[in-house]
């Protein structure tokens, strides 16, 4: 009796405020609030359920990555936590996260740290989203063609200032443009993954009948290089490389 | 380990016990025969020869057989006694000799002879192969049982009415081998009660020491038993000891040690020797210093320990025995080494939980509570009990759920002492904490193990359990909320975000390709307009020129009519006329008030050029002096039109460029 009334009141407060927030930031409280009761299970499946309707915020990211690691299921929580970082690579929270998760992975390799140049790099194609880059690409390229056609039809009207601004324009619209390819690529490439059985073996060929090379567990991060319909060329940091079940990885 | 010293009895109490009765029993049948402890023996050996007058009435005499191919090492000795079987009784005397053979070869002994009641009897003769010393071993010389008074040694026992070959190995006789003796007298050995079996199976190894001599013995070296978990049994202190027969000899067996052995891996595993120390007491013989009767019924009537019975405290030595000393043998012996045949366990059918253990097993599995909180802990308790290798099991496998924490269980034995096949029961303690609320379910523990009798792996599970979790006060997560250390993670993003969407990506949509090709288009647009007004900047001046041309044409479209008539005169007039009119127009000057100075003026004050001005007066001129020259001339006409249509653009397209100037 104690418990449904305590439902009914949750469901009041909850309604309460939806009125205020969005259909999914409601979702995503309900989720916290799963998380809250150790109901760890229940709340990644409801993280997961936002996920697959399209949201891909890191911080959501984040909680289901920390539901899945509470349910013990390593493997999931480090896939969530890698789409996180996918999306935000200096999240710290997400980054501490991973660490913690992969404490629990049998035979995780560290990462190599990355290098100055390829921090910088990736700072910078963060610095916007894909969407961003795209954007400033197509602002950057208006205003140079303004600048321009201005040129063009008012040959007469402060020449030098207009030529300057257009000739930057141009510059930095090629630089938005390529950025945005790159950030494109990057968020569209799908040859990593995270193995999702709990002990996979690796094969030599990429057939049922070849011989088993070593083991993986779950939650190891994979480079995938090469994949047949069933199998997936795998490689690893410390250079190993084998044939494994393309329905053993999650890729990210 | 103390060995019990083996006890000797005589088997003569005492001939003084007897001598009371012997009048009143009838005699008896009288037999004299010779016996030997051995028919065949070897060059070195010593054997005995005896022989027995039994119911001999008034023995007065007694002749050896002449030893000529034998050495007499010790002896005569003498024995006397008697019996009383069914109610009769019979008196024996018999005379022993310890003889060595000389020579190899089959020597025939004739018998003794003896003086009984006057009469001269003799014994039967035997026959005696001697062979080379060592093609004899093996060959228990102690064959016949021969009674001989007179030996022992002091840890006797209680008498038993036993066979005396025991009581006679404490014996060193002179000239026996020590090394052949204890040898053929003290081993030990090991029984295995199979050589082939599965990894993990049950195997006893005694270690037993079978003696028929009073040693003090000592472990010395213990089996290691390498690829063997080894249980010992724990064995009664002061070790007991049997009696077991050997080749028909009976032993005096100790149990060293018993051992149930579990091998760890599959081949051929040899059990190692054990080693024993042993200090065997012999009882040495030395030859009588009484060398002064040869006649052993002197002895009979002339014992030396009459003189002071008490004196020795051995009741044995009654009469005139050979002196004895006794001596501590060290003697090491260790057993044969003993091969096993450890076979794998098969690989078919081998269930996933299988762990190792290969007996006879049952599981209980136990839940402490169905009902608690994510605060609590919960505790799975497994027993597995039964016959075979309990001190090597493993746990079985438990699949916790996701939503539990499981640790390492904790173990605890409990092994029946002493119990053979080994069985027990191990408990394995699992505890659980949960981190999750809701219903949760453990799966059934699952046990197997490998059947040896039935030489299959057998199965056997707990049932499920369900368990029901409620959150708890979540005391500790707050705890982790302000402390995040290495091991934890942090806590969940709570804040309101931002809810949009990653649809299509902007780059690849034809949104895009659009807002890129617009500039572009617009580009395009402003270069074709710039285009345009660059070729109409440039074509101006040519187009006004073509405007100033046709207005000088129409001006001069009479004068035109006239030139191809012929009408010189009125050409001229009309020539002139229209230059006039075109500059009156032009410089907004009447037509009346014209003067060529007036022109001459206007043009230069509208910066006309000055060779224009030229020009146009020369054609007034000419127009003029036409006029009043006549001179029919249709070719200067022509040069006077085409000159004032020249001039008259001219003029239009100076007065043109002035007026776009100002």
């Given amino acids: 009796m104690k418990k449904i009334f305590s439902a009914i009141c949750s469901l009041l407060l909850l309604s309460h405020l939806a009125g205020a927030a969005s259909a999914p930031q409601q979702e995503f409280e309900k989720g916290n609030q799963l998380f809250n009761q150790k109901q760890y299970s229940e709340a990644a499946t409801v993280y997961q359920g936002l996920i697959d309707q399209g949201y891909e915020q890191p911080e959501l990211f984040l909680n289901a990555g920390n539901a899945w690691y509470k349910a013990n299921k390593t493997g999931m929580a480090i896939f969530n936590y890698e789409m996180a970082l996918a999306r935000d690579p200096f999240n710290k929270s997400a980054t501490h996260n991973l660490s913690v998760a992969n404490q629990r992975v049998e035979g995780y390799v560290n990462d190599l740290p990355l290098l100055f140049f390829q921090r910088w790099w990736l700072h910078t194609l963060h610095f916007h989203s894909p969407d961003g880059w795209a954007t400033g690409a197509v602002i950057l390229l208006w205003l140079a063609v303004a600048a321009f056609v201005t040129l063009l039809i008012a040959p007469s009207f402060r020449p030098v200032l207009v030529k300057w601004v257009s000739g930057a324009a141009l510059v930095l619209f090629l630089f938005y443009l390529s950025m945005g390819i790159s950030a494109y690529v990057s968020a569209n490439a799908h040859d990593e993954g995270i193995i999702m059985g709990s002990v996979v073996k690796v094969k030599a060929a990429p057939d049922d009948e070849s011989k088993d090379m070593f083991e993986l567990h779950e939650g190891v991060k994979v480079q995938v290089t090469d994949a047949t319909q069933e199998y997936c060329k795998i490689s690893l940091p410390d250079g190993k490389t084998g044939w494994l079940a393309c329905a053993e990885i999650k890729r990210l | ?662």
Wanted: charged share 25%; aromatic share 10%.
């Fill in chain 2, 1 to 662: 380990m103390n060995v019990a010293t083996v006890s000797i009895r005589k088997f003569v109490l005492s001939l003084f016990f007897c001598l009371g009765a012997i009048t009143c029993l009838q005699a008896q049948e009288f037999r004299f025969t010779t016996t030997v402890s051995s028919n065949k023996v070897a060059l070195d050996e010593p054997f005995q020869i005896q022989f027995m007058l039994e119911n001999a009435p008034n023995v007065s005499s007694f002749t050896p057989p002449a030893f000529n191919d034998f050495e007499i090492l010790q002896g005569p000795s003498q024995m006397q006694g008697q019996s009383i079987m069914n109610g009769r009784r019979s008196e024996y005397i018999a005379l022993i000799y310890v003889i060595q053979a000389r020579r190899v070869g089959n020597f025939t002994l004739p018998g003794a002879t003896a003086r009984s009641n006057g009469n001269v009897v003799r014994s039967n003769p035997v026959t005696i192969e001697v062979v080379k010393s060592g093609a004899a071993r093996g060959n228990q010389n102690q064959q016949q049982a021969v009674p001989q008074g007179g030996n022992g040694y002091p840890p006797s026992r209680s008498p038993r009415s036993q066979s005396q070959q025991d009581e006679m190995e404490g014996v060193l006789k002179n000239g026996e081998d020590v090394n052949a003796k204890l040898k053929k007298n003290i081993f030990v050995k090991v029984d295995v009660d199979k050589t082939t079996l599965y990894e993990g199976e049950q195997l006893t190894a005694t270690y037993k020491l079978y003696t028929r001599l009073p040693t003090n013995s000592s472990v010395t070296k213990v089996p290691a038993f390498k690829g063997f978990s080894a249980k010992d049994i724990e064995l009664p202190n002061p070790p007991q000891a049997s009696d077991e027969m050997v080749n028909g000899v009976r032993y005096r067996v100790f149990t060293i040690r018993k051992t149930l052995l579990f091998p760890l891996q599959s081949g051929t595993l040899e059990l190692d020797p054990v080693e024993v120390d042993n200090h065997v007491r012999l009882v040495k013989m030395v030859k009588n210093n009484n060398k002064r009767a040869r006649d052993p019924f002197a002895d009979l009537f002339n014992d030396p320990s009459l003189k002071d019975p008490f004196d020795d405290p051995f009741f044995d030595d009654f009469f005139n025995r050979p002196e004895v000393t006794y001596e501590d043998v060290p003697y090491k012996i260790q057993t044969a080494p003993v091969k096993v045949t450890v076979k794998p366990l098969p690989v078919d059918n081998r269930p996933v939980s299988f762990t190792g253990a290969v007996g006879k097993f049952n599981l209980t599995a136990t839940l402490d509570k169905k009902e608690l909180t994510t605060d609590d802990a919960l505790t799975l308790k497994v027993v597995v009990s039964g016959q075979g290798n309990v001190n090597l099991l493993n746990g079985p496998k438990v699949e916790v759920p996701a939503g539990f924490e499981k640790y390492d269980p904790k173990v605890t034995d409990n092994i029946e002492k002493n119990s053979n096949p080994l069985s027990g029961s191990r408990q394995f303690e699992y505890v659980l904490m949960p981190q999750e609320a809701g219903d949760q379910t453990i799966p059934p523990v699952e046990f197997s193990y490998f059947d040896v009798a039935s030489n299959s792996y057998k199965t056997v599970r707990s049932e499920a359990f369900t368990v029901h979790v409620k959150p708890g006060k979540q005391t500790k997560r707050e705890k982790e909320d302000f402390s995040v250390n290495k091991n934890t993670i942090t806590s969940n993003y709570t804040g309101v975000l931002n809810w949009v969407k990653q649809g299509g990506y902007l780059l690849v949509s034809p949104l895009f390709c659009i807002l890129l090709l617009l500039p572009v288009l617009a580009v395009i647009v402003a270069i074709i307009y710039r285009r345009k007004k660059n070729y109409q900047q440039n074509n101006a001046a040519f187009l006004k020129h073509r405007y100033a041309n046709k207005v000088a044409l129409k001006r001069l479209e009479l004068a035109a009519r006239y030139l191809k008539e012929g009408k010189d005169k009125a050409f001229y007039e009309e020539t002139s006329r229209a230059v006039w009119g075109y500059l009156s127009n032009k410089l907004h000057v009447p037509f009346a008030d014209l003067s060529k100075q007036l022109i001459q003026d206007r043009l230069a004050q509208q910066q006309v050029s000055e060779q224009y001005t030229v020009k146009l007066f020369d054609l007034l001129d000419n127009c003029e002096m036409a006029l009043y020259t006549p001179m029919h001339n249709n070719d200067k006409m022509q040069v006077t039109y085409q000159q004032a249509v020249e001039v008259i653009s001219q003029l239009e397209d100076e007065l043109q460029r002035a007026k776009s100037v100002v």
